[in-house]
């Protein structure tokens, strides 16, 4: 029986081209839904208060509780 020899460029070429198709396809599913307005950008988060000290979040920097 031959063995069949085949060239590894080609091989690399179909691996690269096996991960890239998937991509580029869903990359153009997500452009034709936002140009179709069926997808839109998020909505920025509201500006928190600068006097807003009763955040449930320590934003110090100083740790917590655990260390004490």
């Keep these: 029986?031959?063995?069949i020899h085949t060239n590894p460029l080609f091989i690399a070429f179909f691996?690269?081209?096996?991960?890239?198709v998937p991509l580029l396809i869903m990359l153009g599913i997500s452009y034709l839904l936002?140009?179709?307005?069926?997808i839109a950008e998020p909505p920025k988060p509201p500006p928190q208060l600068e006097s807003d000290n009763h955040s449930p979040h320590n934003d110090n920097?100083?740790?917590g509780l655990a260390h004490a």
């Design 15 to 20: 691996f690269v081209l096996r991960c890239l």
């Design 34 to 38: 936002k140009r179709l307005g069926l």
């Design 1 to 3: 029986m031959e063995e």
């Design 61 to 63: 920097g100083e740790g």
